[in-house]
Nanobody, 127 residues
Framework: QVQLVESAGGTVQAGGSLRLSCAAS????????VGWFRQAPGKGREFVAG????????GYADSVKGRFTISRDNAVNAAYLQMNSLKPEDTAVYHC????????????????????WGEGTLVTISS
């Protein structure tokens, strides 16, 4: 059974940093694009970042460019989201997602096109 499990969410002061992890199992991880979405209470899902099979192509939402970095380690079936210069508006539940297609980079991944997703980890940015 395919599972994506996020971890390392928490509460951080504005301006601080946090690194989220996504652990995958039951899937050929290196042949899946990985991404991150987030959803604030009462809000819709928002694309945050994506990374292709080999990690050579990435894309970010304009709201996080220059602050967040997505990466992956196929050897350990994990992906990460390094979040720096955090703002209160970054507060949300962050979900790791996966899709079979190889990401070309830059554009937003469509939620409806994702094949797998985790339950999420809560990130709270205090001011």
């Amino acid at each position: 059974q395919v599972q994506l499990v996020e971890s390392a969410g928490g509460t951080v002061q504005a301006g601080g940093s946090l690194r989220l992890s996504c652990a995958a199992s039951g899937v050929t991880f290196s042949q899946y694009t990985v991404g991150w979405f987030r959803q604030a209470p009462g809000k819709g899902r928002e694309f945050v970042a994506g990374i292709n099979w080999g990690g050579s192509r990435t894309g970010y939402a304009d709201s996080v460019k220059g602050r967040f970095t997505i990466s992956r380690d196929n050897a350990v079936n994990a992906a990460y989201l390094q979040m720096n210069s955090l703002k209160p508006e970054d507060t949300a539940v962050y979900h790791c997602v996966g899709t079979r297609s190889d990401y070309l980079g830059e554009y937003e991944l469509p939620w409806d096109g994702m094949d797998f997703w985790g339950e999420g980890t809560l990130v709270t940015i205090s001011s």
